[in-house]
């Protein structure tokens, strides 16, 4: 079994719906958030490497022009 969401699970069993549904959907919605946090990830890596490279090209133009 993938992981589980328990505290979903348990909300999906108290509205109603079968253990199975309840596995299935938990299971989707905690591989939907890895996903998330895989790209909240790569996406933080790329701002620092923007930020770098802004860094930089300020660092030269000020340098090209300024004697």
């Given amino acids: 079994m ?7 699970y348990r ?3 108290a509205a109603g719906a ?3 549904e309840a596995g299935k959907a938990s299971e989707e919605v905690a591989g939907f958030d890895n996903r998330l946090s895989k ?3 790569g996406i ?3 701002q620092w490497m923007v930020g770098f490279n802004i860094a930089l090209t300020i660092a030269i133009v000020v340098k090209l022009f300024h004697p």
């Fill in 2 to 8: 993938a992981i589980m969401m328990r505290d979903l």
């Fill in 11 to 13: 909300a999906l069993i």
């Fill in 18 to 20: 079968s253990e199975l």
């Fill in 39 to 41: 790209l909240e990830t």
């Fill in 44 to 46: 933080a890596v790329l």
